[in-house]
Protein backbone atom coordinates (compact mmCIF):
# COMPACT_ATOMS: atom_id res chain seq x y z
CA UNK A 1 0.00 0.00 0.00
CA UNK A 2 1.27 3.53 -0.92
CA UNK A 3 1.43 6.21 1.40
CA UNK A 4 0.35 9.99 0.72
CA UNK A 5 1.14 12.57 3.07
CA UNK A 6 -1.11 14.99 3.61
CA UNK A 7 -0.75 18.67 3.95
CA UNK A 8 -3.44 21.08 4.80
CA UNK A 9 -4.90 23.48 6.97
CA UNK A 10 -8.50 24.31 7.28
CA UNK A 11 -7.56 28.08 6.64
CA UNK A 12 -6.67 27.01 3.25
CA UNK A 13 -9.59 27.49 0.23
CA UNK A 14 -7.10 25.23 -1.94
CA UNK A 15 -7.07 22.80 0.27
CA UNK A 16 -10.83 22.70 0.59
CA UNK A 17 -11.46 22.54 -2.97
CA UNK A 18 -9.03 19.73 -3.16
CA UNK A 19 -10.26 16.94 -0.51
CA UNK A 20 -13.02 15.43 -2.08
CA UNK A 21 -10.80 14.96 -4.52
CA UNK A 22 -7.81 13.41 -3.01
CA UNK A 23 -10.28 10.67 -0.80
CA UNK A 24 -11.81 9.71 -4.34
CA UNK A 25 -7.58 9.16 -5.37
CA UNK A 26 -7.11 7.49 -2.52
CA UNK A 27 -10.16 4.81 -2.60
CA UNK A 28 -9.40 4.56 -5.91
CA UNK A 29 -5.97 3.23 -5.49
CA UNK A 30 -5.80 2.12 -2.40
CA UNK A 31 -3.54 4.50 -1.50
CA UNK A 32 -3.29 5.76 2.71
CA UNK A 33 -3.38 9.18 3.46
CA UNK A 34 -1.86 11.01 6.40
CA UNK A 35 -3.33 13.59 7.56
CA UNK A 36 -0.71 16.19 8.68
CA UNK A 37 -2.33 20.09 9.54
CA UNK A 38 0.50 22.66 8.85
CA UNK A 39 0.97 25.87 10.12
CA UNK A 40 0.37 27.73 6.96
CA UNK A 41 2.29 31.05 7.54
CA UNK A 42 5.38 29.61 8.83
CA UNK A 43 5.20 27.15 5.31
CA UNK A 44 5.15 30.77 3.72
CA UNK A 45 8.03 32.56 5.71
CA UNK A 46 10.29 29.30 5.25
CA UNK A 47 9.63 28.65 1.58
CA UNK A 48 8.90 31.66 -0.44
CA UNK A 49 5.35 32.16 -0.08
CA UNK A 50 3.19 35.23 1.16
CA UNK A 51 0.08 36.02 2.95
CA UNK A 52 -2.74 37.12 1.00
CA UNK A 53 -2.46 40.90 1.91
CA UNK A 54 1.07 41.22 1.39
CA UNK A 55 0.71 39.66 -2.24
CA UNK A 56 0.67 42.02 -5.10
CA UNK A 57 -2.62 43.08 -6.04
CA UNK A 58 -2.31 41.38 -9.67
CA UNK A 59 -1.95 38.23 -7.41
CA UNK A 60 -4.87 38.95 -5.25
CA UNK A 61 -7.44 39.89 -8.16
CA UNK A 62 -5.95 36.61 -10.51
CA UNK A 63 -6.64 34.25 -6.98
CA UNK A 64 -10.65 35.79 -6.95
CA UNK A 65 -10.55 34.44 -10.85
CA UNK A 66 -8.53 31.22 -10.06
CA UNK A 67 -11.39 30.24 -6.99
CA UNK A 68 -14.45 31.22 -9.59
CA UNK A 69 -13.27 28.64 -11.80
CA UNK A 70 -12.04 25.85 -9.21
CA UNK A 71 -15.66 26.14 -7.20
CA UNK A 72 -17.20 25.69 -10.72
CA UNK A 73 -15.11 22.77 -11.92
CA UNK A 74 -15.25 20.79 -8.37
CA UNK A 75 -19.04 21.52 -8.00
CA UNK A 76 -18.37 22.61 -4.58
CA UNK A 77 -20.13 26.04 -2.73
CA UNK A 78 -17.58 29.02 -2.03
CA UNK A 79 -17.53 32.18 -0.83
CA UNK A 80 -14.88 34.75 -2.10
CA UNK A 81 -14.73 36.44 1.13
CA UNK A 82 -16.33 34.39 3.95
CA UNK A 83 -17.30 36.19 7.36
CA UNK A 84 -14.82 34.40 9.25
CA UNK A 85 -11.61 34.90 7.49
CA UNK A 86 -8.74 35.38 7.97
CA UNK A 87 -9.06 33.51 11.32
CA UNK A 88 -7.29 31.75 13.96
CA UNK A 89 -7.04 28.30 12.57
CA UNK A 90 -5.02 26.79 14.96
CA UNK A 91 -7.70 25.02 17.33
CA UNK A 92 -9.37 23.60 14.18
CA UNK A 93 -6.42 22.10 12.84
CA UNK A 94 -5.28 20.81 16.10
CA UNK A 95 -8.73 18.74 16.05
CA UNK A 96 -7.92 17.11 13.34
CA UNK A 97 -4.75 15.84 14.48
CA UNK A 98 -6.27 14.70 18.10
CA UNK A 99 -8.72 12.89 15.92
CA UNK A 100 -6.03 10.78 13.51
CA UNK A 101 -3.98 10.01 17.00
CA UNK A 102 -7.10 8.78 18.39
CA UNK A 103 -7.60 6.36 15.79
CA UNK A 104 -10.51 7.95 14.45
CA UNK A 105 -10.52 9.46 10.35
CA UNK A 106 -10.78 13.00 10.07
CA UNK A 107 -11.89 13.48 6.71
CA UNK A 108 -15.18 13.85 7.80
CA UNK A 109 -14.56 16.43 9.93
CA UNK A 110 -12.12 18.41 7.66
CA UNK A 111 -15.15 18.22 4.88
CA UNK A 112 -17.47 19.77 7.40
CA UNK A 113 -15.14 22.57 9.11
CA UNK A 114 -13.90 23.42 5.56
CA UNK A 115 -17.59 23.90 4.14
CA UNK A 116 -18.26 26.21 7.43
CA UNK A 117 -15.53 28.89 6.96
CA UNK A 118 -15.30 28.45 3.10
CA UNK A 119 -19.68 28.28 2.53
CA UNK A 120 -21.46 28.84 5.66
CA UNK A 121 -19.74 31.80 7.64
CA UNK A 122 -19.16 29.89 10.49
CA UNK A 123 -16.27 30.86 12.97
CA UNK A 124 -13.60 28.01 13.25
CA UNK A 125 -11.82 30.35 16.32
CA UNK A 126 -14.94 29.29 18.33
CA UNK A 127 -14.79 26.30 20.42
CA UNK A 128 -18.50 25.88 20.75
CA UNK A 129 -18.95 26.05 16.85
CA UNK A 130 -15.91 23.42 16.68
CA UNK A 131 -17.49 21.09 19.22
CA UNK A 132 -20.90 21.44 17.05
CA UNK A 133 -18.93 19.99 13.97
CA UNK A 134 -17.17 17.33 15.96
CA UNK A 135 -20.36 16.09 17.54
CA UNK A 136 -22.13 16.06 14.29
CA UNK A 137 -19.47 13.76 13.00
CA UNK A 138 -20.26 11.09 16.26
CA UNK A 139 -16.96 12.11 17.81
CA UNK A 140 -16.46 12.67 21.58
CA UNK A 141 -16.63 16.91 21.20
CA UNK A 142 -15.06 17.82 24.58
CA UNK A 143 -12.34 15.18 24.64
CA UNK A 144 -10.89 15.90 20.94
CA UNK A 145 -11.25 19.58 22.16
CA UNK A 146 -9.03 18.51 25.28
CA UNK A 147 -6.72 16.49 22.93
CA UNK A 148 -6.67 18.99 20.89
CA UNK A 149 -5.21 21.76 23.69
CA UNK A 150 -2.07 19.71 24.95
CA UNK A 151 1.41 20.07 24.33
CA UNK A 152 1.89 16.79 22.31
CA UNK A 153 -0.58 17.56 19.68
CA UNK A 154 0.74 21.17 19.82
CA UNK A 155 4.22 19.21 18.85
CA UNK A 156 2.54 17.35 16.09
CA UNK A 157 1.41 20.56 14.45
CA UNK A 158 4.68 22.12 14.50
CA UNK A 159 6.46 18.87 13.34
CA UNK A 160 4.03 18.58 10.55
CA UNK A 161 5.11 22.03 9.65
CA UNK A 162 8.42 21.48 9.46
CA UNK A 163 7.97 18.25 7.24
CA UNK A 164 5.97 20.35 4.74
CA UNK A 165 9.11 22.90 4.79
CA UNK A 166 11.35 20.09 4.24
CA UNK A 167 9.66 18.39 1.71
CA UNK A 168 9.91 21.87 -0.44
CA UNK A 169 6.24 22.54 -0.62
CA UNK A 170 5.41 26.84 -0.75
CA UNK A 171 1.93 26.30 0.05
CA UNK A 172 -1.08 24.35 0.88
CA UNK A 173 -2.55 21.49 0.15
CA UNK A 174 0.55 19.45 -0.58
CA UNK A 175 0.69 15.32 -1.39
CA UNK A 176 4.06 13.81 -0.73
CA UNK A 177 4.25 10.67 -2.36
CA UNK A 178 7.99 8.23 -1.34
CA UNK A 179 9.41 12.01 -1.16
CA UNK A 180 8.30 13.56 -4.08
CA UNK A 181 5.87 16.51 -3.92
CA UNK A 182 3.04 17.32 -5.72
CA UNK A 183 1.79 21.19 -4.85
CA UNK A 184 -1.20 22.48 -5.52
CA UNK A 185 -4.68 20.48 -5.44
CA UNK A 186 -4.14 21.26 -9.23
CA UNK A 187 -1.47 18.31 -8.95
CA UNK A 188 -4.33 15.87 -8.02
CA UNK A 189 -4.52 14.35 -11.55
CA UNK A 190 -0.83 14.26 -11.78
CA UNK A 191 -0.65 12.20 -7.91
CA UNK A 192 -3.24 9.87 -9.39
CA UNK A 193 -1.32 9.16 -12.52
CA UNK A 194 1.76 8.48 -10.08
CA UNK A 195 0.06 5.87 -8.15
CA UNK A 196 -1.50 4.30 -10.88
CA UNK A 197 1.82 3.90 -12.71
CA UNK A 198 3.96 3.03 -9.75
CA UNK A 199 6.61 4.58 -10.98
CA UNK A 200 9.70 5.69 -9.40
CA UNK A 201 9.59 9.11 -7.32
CA UNK A 202 10.85 12.43 -9.39
CA UNK A 203 13.93 14.37 -7.27
CA UNK A 204 14.96 17.99 -7.79
CA UNK A 205 18.18 17.74 -10.26
CA UNK A 206 21.31 17.45 -8.10
Known amino acids: MKTVDYYFSLISPYSYLG ?24 LFDANGGLPLAKRAPARQRYRLVELQRWREWRGLPLNLAPKFYPVDIALADRCAIALAEAGADPAGY ?19 ELARLLAAQGADAEAVLAAARTDAI ?34 IDMLHAALRSGRAPYRAAQ
Open 19 to 42: HAAVLDVARETGARLVYRPVRIFE
Open 110 to 128: MDAAFRALWAEDRDLADPA
Open 154 to 187: EAIYRGNTERAIAADLPGLPGYVLEGEPFWGQDR
